[in-house]
């Protein structure tokens, strides 16, 4: 049996439960299903179960445009997936979600203007079929199945256990151990404090440092506001405007004065674990924004250094060895457990087998429009966010883009629709996906070779400017040479 949908979205995480709204909203005429993996929503909010998981990015911003956040700025996973499970049952969403379907193949065929998507539930084993006229990527952007861990000479050796916090068993028992925290980033941050009084000791092993920023899991405008009664909508309005205010002025900072950016930065630290500790452990060889900046709520990464629960090691990996990590340095850090907060796999979207008209798809031989849509790629649109501001604020941005594209096909009559390079395009110099010198993290430089170029022009390039792109967006021409149509789409009938 082959089920047909207008609309196929591809995951049922942040971005998936977003566009599911917005085609309810904005297109409320066309049929539409979402296709997750997982056993149930959040996407990284639910494969993520390391103590402590919790958001790096204020949910002021994180949040939808159209659902008032009233928690605190940074929230736990359990509270976001609370928060995206209201979206869910206040807009009857959950008959339009499939989960434990793996997609493993999408064809397109331009003699019927359909992608074929071939899914197997993972509960069954059962295969199932669907057909859609438009397909709405938004699986993320890294493997799922299993995070990052370098091979390191001698982890064979190792007698202890090596853990990813991606993979986090149930059955891990802390207490009492020794643990060395490989890992300089976001999760480490999150799982010190998380562990830290549980453990006989833990040891942040870091290779370089990382920049923070530590504070109050408040937001005093948005308390302000509730103390004044001023309705949660707009509360959500004015913070979520001033946030994204003070993140573009922070951004364009960090650019034109490096400088004075990174001891303000180093200032915060500093006040936590003092000059000296700040200097040798966690000041940063790089400007400020070449890589995320996590926010650290109540510093609670640097109060448990300062009061001994753990301890920072600066230094290299040279190998595993029985009883621990040995450094580059000779020291041997002992260890009953290492956790490798070394990062993730970049997955180009979701390790589907993608073919057009028969063609293996090849995304790093295309040229991305704006980040969303690629050459020779009829009808898909994929959902990539922003590294420097949250991930939904171009969720949203994209969803508004899809649905006023869906229209457009519709006013035109067309069945397809994909973008070319332009006459004046077609000479125009191609790079990476992102410029490495604004921004190289470490899971985007090992994967950049899968990602589609960019060219020199706006329309050919993803801007990672959401202050430019939220005005850029919606005044898109859909007309423009760039977008290729053709005629009008054929009755289907589910098989």
Request: glycine content about 8%.
């Amino acid at each position: 049996m082959t089920e047909h949908f207008d609309v196929l979205i591809v995951g049922a995480g942040i971005s998936g439960i977003g566009g599911a709204y917005h085609l309810t909203r904005q297109c409320p005429g066309k049929t539409f299903v979402v296709l997750e993996a997982l056993e149930d929503f959040g996407g990284t909010w639910l494969t993520h179960k390391y103590p402590g998981i919790r958001s790096d990015s204020d949910l002021y911003t994180f949040g939808y445009r159209f659902k008032p956040w009233v928690g605190p700025p940074i929230a736990t996973a359990d509270e976001i997936r609370k928060y995206m499970g209201e979206v869910i049952e206040e807009n009857d969403l959950a008959p339009h979600i499939r989960y434990r379907h793996r997609i493993e193949r999408a064809a397109w065929s331009s003699e019927t203007s359909l992608w074929t998507i071939e899914a197997v539930r993972t509960d069954t084993g059962e295969r199932r079929r669907f057909t859609a006229n438009f397909l709405w990527m938004c699986q993320g952007y890294y493997r799922h199945a299993e995070g990052y861990t370098p091979e390191w000479p001698g982890m064979a050796d190792y007698q202890g256990r090596i853990v990813h916090p991606q993979s986090w068993p149930a059955d891990l028992d802390l207490a009492g151990r020794k643990v060395v925290l490989i890992g300089s980033g976001a999760t480490a941050a999150t799982l010190l404090p998380n562990i830290a009084g549980e453990c006989a000791h833990v040891t942040l092993l870091q290779r370089s440092p990382t920049y923070f920023i530590p504070g109050r899991n408040a937001n005093e405008l948005a308390d302000t506001l509730r103390e004044l009664k001023i309705d949660e909508a707009w509360i959500h309005e004015i913070v979520r405007r001033k946030i994204l205010h003070d993140q573009d002025a922070f951004t364009r900072r960090a650019v034109n004065e490096p400088e004075a950016v990174k001891q303000e930065l180093l200032a915060g630290v500093s006040a936590f674990v003092g000059p000296e500790v700040t200097a040798q452990h966690f000041t940063p060889s790089y400007r400020p924004w070449r890589q995320r900046i996590a926010f650290v709520p109540d510093g609670d990464i640097f109060q448990a250094v300062k009061a001994g629960k753990a301890s920072v090691v600066t230094d290299e990996i040279d190998r595993f060895e029985a009883g621990g990590v040995r450094l580059k340095s000779g020291e041997l850090l002992e260890a009953d457990v290492v956790i490798t907060a070394t990062g993730f796999d970049l997955n180009v979207l979701g390790d589907i087998a993608f073919t057009v008209d028969d063609r293996p798809l090849n995304f790093a031989e295309t040229v991305t429009y704006r980040g969303m849509m690629f050459t020779g790629v009829p009808n898909m649109v994929w959902v990539f966010g922003y590294f420097r501001a949250s991930w939904t604020l171009r969720s949203d941005l994209v969803a508004d883009f899809v649905c006023r594209l869906l229209g457009h096909m519709d006013a035109k009559g067309a069945r397809s629709v994909a973008v070319a390079l332009r006459p004046e395009d077609r000479d125009m110099t191609l790079s990476s996906w992102i410029d490495p010198e604004n921004f190289n993290p470490g899971y985007l430089m090992r994967g950049m070779h899968l990602l589609p170029k960019r060219g020199d022009k706006p329309e050919w390039q993803h801007s990672q400017d959401y202050w430019r792109e939220k005005d850029d967006l919606p005044l898109i021409d859909l007309d423009d040479a760039a977008f290729v149509y053709q005629g009008a789409a054929p009755a289907v009938e589910a098989a």
